[in-house]
């Protein structure tokens, strides 16, 4: 609970800052909360990984781009009244459906009780791997995380080519620089 | 004392609800693409949660079988989540691509002054 609340005070922090490196900088203590959180909630490989990538990798990735482009950011022009209203709205409704969810921690909730048992009762012996979710990942769900491979080289592509491509570009009439 | 244990017994689907609006009130009110990206973060993580929570029983420990313990938390949500974070990561530097070329462009990252410019040709 003391971490959820870390966890809001941060958001709240992340919304009203303007200089974006501290902005990334708390987006790294966010993501560290949030695998404190995870492992609260049992899930340590998530946490591991929220760690190096969310708290690691995408603030390294997010840094780099603040020092290709600018740290500053420019006040909102037009009044944040309409998105703060939108949100507030959704936000609302969303805690009414809260009240129909089953309570927090319970064992006997129909999540817990579909294809999970299964796994957890015949995962060793069919994949003689003890980590259920080693096991769900690699073996069970192996194409998927084969798919998954293939999103992240799309990507690293796409980056690639948005990146690289740009000295072969011609100055055309659209090319112009307003800042720097 | 019912509330209370509305409060105990839902405290992390309105925290995970409160990031979520957040997130979506830092994209659409944020000129900033950096700053959106981040909220975009936000709205990602506050997903993590929401599919983390039900997952957990209180008492039990994570998905590594072991014969000394009997109770384990759900396992399907955390390889959810964790194909989720790769992909994630994935998707947020592909957008950070995209801003660093609209900068090399544009020169500037804030949507109102792309916009601006725009108009003024």
Known sequence: MVLLTLLAAITIGIIRMRNLFAVVVLGGIYSFLMASVMIVLDAVDVAMTEAAVGAGISTVLMLGVLHLTKTQESKPKHTPLLPLFVAVATGAALVFGTFDLPPFGLADTPVNLHVAPYYLENSLRETLVANVVSSVLASYRGFDTLGETAVIFTAGIAVLLLLKGKRKLKPGPKRRRIGR | ?121
Do not use: C
């Open chain 2, 1 to 121: 004392m019912d509330l209370l244990y509305q409060i105990v017994a839902h405290y992390n689907h309105w925290i995970t609800i409160f990031l979520m609006v957040s997130g979506l009130y830092i994209v659409v009110s944020r000129g900033n693409m950096v700053k959106k990206l981040v909220g975009l973060g936000l709205f990602q993580t506050s997903v993590y949660l929401l599919y983390l929570t039900p997952g957990k029983i209180l008492g039990g420990t994570p998905p590594v079988l072991s014969p000394d313990f009997s109770v384990y938390s759900n396992p399907l949500p955390h390889v959810l989540i964790l194909t989720a974070i790769v992909v994630g990561v994935a998707t947020l530097a592909l957008g950070l691509a995209l801003v660093v070329r609209i900068n090399e462009e544009f020169g500037t990252i804030e949507e109102d002054e792309i916009f601006a410019g725009d108009e003024d040709e």
